[in-house]
T-cell receptor, first 113, second 117 residues
Framework: SQQGEEDPQALSIQEGENATMNCSYKTSINNLQWYRQNSGRGLVHLILIRSNEREKHSGRLRVTLDTSKKSSSLLITASRAADTASYFCASASQETSGSRLTFGEGTQLTVNP | GAVVSQHPSWVICKSGTSVKIECRSLDFQATTMFWYRQFPKQSLMLMATSNEGSKATYEQGVEKDKFLINHASLTLSTLTVTSAHPEDSSFYIC?????????????FGNGTRLTVT
């Protein structure tokens, strides 16, 4: 399968709570990226973590990477209604061009005001 | 950040007609562009890699005669859905990779919603 896996598929939380999404991938990677997609729109890059990094922060986002388990997680702290969107992880494989990404199945996040 | 313009944002066409979708890199020259297809509530499926000045590389199962890709300049790639049928209705998204930037993200267009009646 071309796809990686993400869980949960859907997550509904209240504003102010934290949201955690998990991603697993299949091959050795150069980096792993997280993207956000609002309904009917293109993807917006959120954060990139290299294979030699274990954790990275950007504002309210925190990403971890465990290459031994081939997994990553995205944590959104103090969520807001505007964070409602689909979130995708994407792995850049070492075996193919670093630009060719394999996307996870995505997590639909709903933040209730 | 880099801007990618995709046009049109939506199109409705009749079965049997062809539809062309454009993807433009506005800020930088792009030797590599990618075309994805996305069904409702699903992930992105890579259709093909578009390389400037050479033939596109199609993923397994994607018909190259059905989905024609032309990357004639460093800022423009086009995807033409030929003889469209209702099952081609989908959301098509392009992305641009700027070479020479090492570990760098892709920059995506806003997608094209194709509806074939």
């Amino acid at each position: 399968s071309q796809q990686g896996e993400e869980d949960p598929q859907a997550l509904s939380i209240q504003e102010g709570e934290n949201a955690t999404m998990n991603c697993s991938y299949k091959t050795s990677i150069n980096n792993l990226q997280w993207y956000r997609q609002n309904s009917g729109r293109g993807l917006v890059h959120l954060i990139l973590i290299r294979s030699n990094e274990r954790e990275k922060h950007s504002g309210r986002l925190r990403v971890t990477l465990d290459t031994s388990k081939k997994s990553s997680s995205l944590l959104i702290t103090a969520s807001r209604a505007a964070d409602t969107a689909s979130y995708f992880c994407a792995s850049a494989s070492q075996e193919t061009s670093g630009s060719r990404l394999t996307f996870g199945e995505g997590t639909q996040l709903t933040v209730n005001p | 950040g880099a801007v990618v313009s995709q046009h049109p944002s939506w199109v409705i066409c009749k079965s049997g007609t062809s539809v062309k979708i454009e993807c433009r890199s506005l800020d930088f020259q792009a030797t590599t562009m990618f075309w994805y297809r996305q069904f409702p509530k699903q992930s992105l499926m890579l259709m093909a890699t578009s390389n400037e000045g050479s033939k596109a590389t199609y993923e397994q199962g994607v018909e190259k005669d059905k989905f024609l890709i032309n990357h004639a300049s460093l800022t423009l790639s086009t995807l033409t859905v030929t003889s469209a049928h209702p099952e081609d209705s989908s959301f098509y998204i392009c992305s641009v990779f700027y070479s020479g930037q090492g570990n760098s993200p892709l920059h995506f267009g806003n997608g094209t919603r194709l509806t074939v009646t």
